[in-house]
T-cell receptor, first 112, second 114 residues
Framework: EADIYQTPRYLVIGTGKKITLECSQT?????MYWYQQDPGMELHLIHY???????EKGDLSSESTVSRIRTEHFPLTLESARPSHTSQYLC???????????FGPGTRLLVL | GENVEQHPSTLSVQEGDSAVIKCTYS??????FPWYKQELGKRPQLIID?????GEKKDQRIAVTLNKTAKHFSLHITETQPEDSAVYFC?????????????FGTGTRLAVRP
């Protein structure tokens, strides 16, 4: 089934650790996005990509980095996790030429 | 850049009543306005959207209206049911000029009392 997947769904990690949040979509979409959201609160765009080898920073400053080596894959990396990074991270994708975004199930990150 | 304001932040209605959520946007170039519903612990899901060349769109119990002159759009839910309880987000997009990015409102937490 065409969908957008995120792993892990939940992650508890200590301060200073390097983490990578995975996002994959099987919908053939060109554009992909990462949002940060505290539960039930506003969605903040932190990174987006229009296609392979394209990455841009979003409206909210973030210490994370992203890469887009394959169309279907858009991982987000935190080199050194801090408690301020505790949040939910939502990945989304959209079709070329269209604005409608489809969201993954999210990763809930807790940094101790 | 675009700025989207959403009101109210919380809304409680009796089952069967109507609910209305309002959003205003700042950039007159915005031309696409989706609404997402996010249930507790779930991902945001698109429930309805409207483009700037249309004033109103309806899908069963939900409808969206757009006033381009005033730069505001609203979500209307009629005959509310407990399963409508969720956080609702409006958004606006300037289309290609902004790279098809969406700017989201701050969300409205809707509670439907049985």
């Amino acid at each position: 089934e065409a969908d957008i997947y995120q792993t892990p769904r939940y992650l508890v990690i200590g301060t200073g650790k390097k983490i990578t949040l995975e996002c994959s979509q099987t919908m053939g979409h060109d554009k992909m996005y990462w949002y940060q959201q505290d539960p039930g609160m506003e969605l903040h765009l932190i990174h987006y990509s229009y296609g392979v080898n394209s990455t841009e920073k979003g409206d909210l400053s973030s210490e994370s980095t992203v890469s887009r080596i394959r169309t279907e894959h858009f991982p987000l990396t935190l080199e050194s996790a801090r408690p301020s990074h505790t949040s939910q991270y939502l990945c989304a994708s959209s079709e070329h030429g269209k604005e409608t975004q489809y969201f993954g199930p999210g990763t809930r990150l807790l940094v101790l | 850049g675009e700025n989207v304001e959403q009101h109210p932040s919380t809304l409680s209605v009796q089952e069967g009543d109507s609910a209305v959520i309002k959003c205003t946007y700042s950039d007159s170039a915005s031309n696409y306005f989706p609404w997402y519903k996010q249930e507790l612990g779930k991902r945001p899901q698109l429930i309805i959207d409207i483009r700037s060349n249309v004033g109103e769109k309806k899908d069963q119990r939900i409808a969206v209206t757009l006033n381009k002159t005033a730069k505001h759009f609203s979500l209307h839910i009629t005959e509310t049911q407990p399963e409508d309880s969720a956080v609702y987000f409006c958004a606006a997009s300037e289309g290609k000029s902004s790279g098809d990015k969406l700017t989201f409102g701050t969300g409205t937490r809707l509670a439907v009392r049985p």
